[in-house]
């Protein structure tokens, strides 16, 4: 296979798949869901998406504070807002 696909950025997933639109394609994640850019071929979504992997795993390297919360039920972050009270 000439292309290959980097694991997920964002939750290390290798549960990739091919996301056909009308025109155009992009790379998603089964695992949290996410999407890479959409491309006019399946090679340049290959290739944006392994762009963001790289990129992305270079920042949390940078950044050994911030970490992924692994195994979350719903796969996704949770942002909780809490009331600011005074
Ligand atoms: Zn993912």
Known sequence: MA????????????????????MNYSIACQSCRCR??????????VMHWNETSRLHSACLKQMPTTTATPGHPMGQPSIKLKPDYR
Not at 6 to 18: A, D
Not at 36 to 45: D, I, L
């Open 3 to 22: 292309l290959q696909i980097e694991p997920c950025p964002f939750c290390g997933s290798q549960h990739l798949h091919m996301v056909v639109h009308k």
């Open 36 to 45: 890479g850019p959409q491309k006019p071929n399946q090679e340049q979504a």
